[in-house]
T-cell receptor, first 115, second 118 residues
Framework: ETGVTQTPRHLVMGMTNKKSLKCEQH?????MYWYKQSAKKPLELMFV???????ENNSVPSRFSPECPNSSHLFLHLHTLQPEDSALYLC??????????????FGPGTRLTVL | AQTVTQSQPEMSVQEAETVTLSCTYD???????LFWYKQPPSRQMILVIR??????QNATENRFSVNFQKAAKSFSLKISDSQLGDTAMYFC???????????????FGKGTKLSVKP
């Protein structure tokens, strides 16, 4: 275990549903990340939070809405998703984003299927 | 923009043998960091090894070592004495030096699926 947990591990939802993914880190880190992992594509960075402030949004559609209430928790709110949004969504954390070369620690991911 | 290329989608190795996974990257930066991550089937992605570009010495972690060739922009991972538990996807990743508006973001390759056979 890396100290980063994600719930749920699996999620199936219809295109009209609203759901949320949760990530929690127990490492005392200040930065948290959402990634999308699709088959045969590199991991795509979606959002970066540093000290609870969003510092990067990689042109992600508005149907994905992140929330970081504190440095230990990160949410990804989902609404009106498309089938092509089906993927493994990974959360990661690191000490911070302002120090070079800091490693990121990943959660187990949420396997999302959009019907 | 930086890119990371892993040219071997799949590889296999016999248990106890040595295997090398290749990774090349493209960047105009002089200072940066390189990583190898391992993602076992249905398990969490974990950091295997980390290399600082300004260090000439190749990083080593137990059975895992890298061959870092800065001029060639190559960063291969060697796994010695392969074990069944090494079966996983292996991702090479690049991180720029922080500064000038750049955060510590990782850029990943597509991965190499390694199978260790008994």
């Amino acid at each position: 275990e890396t100290g980063v947990t994600q719930t749920p591990r699996h999620l199936v939802m219809g295109m009209t549903n609203k759901k949320s993914l949760k990530c929690e880190q127990h490492l005392g880190h200040n930065a948290m990340y959402w990634y999308k992992q699709s088959a045969k594509k590199p991991l795509e960075l979606m959002f970066v939070y540093s000290l609870e402030e969003r510092v990067e949004n990689n042109s992600v559609p508005s149907r994905f809405s992140p929330e970081c209430p504190n440095s230990s928790h990160l949410f990804l709110h989902l609404h009106t998703l498309q089938p092509e949004d089906s993927a493994l969504y990974l959360c990661a954390s690191s000490q911070d984003t302002l120090r070079s070369g800091v490693a990121q620690y990943f959660g187990p991911g949420t396997r999302l299927t959009v019907l | 923009a930086q890119t990371v290329t892993q040219s071997q989608p799949e590889m296999s190795v016999q248990e106890a043998e040595t295997v090398t996974l290749s990774c090349t990257y493209d960047t105009s930066e002089n200072n940066y960091y390189l990583f190898w991550y391992k993602q076992p089937p249905s398990r969490q992605m974990i950091l295997v090894i980390r290399q600082e570009a300004y260090k000439q010495q190749n990083a080593t972690e137990n059975r895992f070592s890298v061959n870092f060739q800065k001029a060639a922009k190559s960063f291969s991972l060697k796994i010695s004495d392969s074990q069944l538990g090494d079966t996983a996807m292996y991702f090479c990743a690049f991180m720029k030096q922080v500064g000038g508006g750049s955060q510590g973001n990782l850029i990943f390759g597509k991965g190499t699926k390694l199978s260790v056979k008994p």
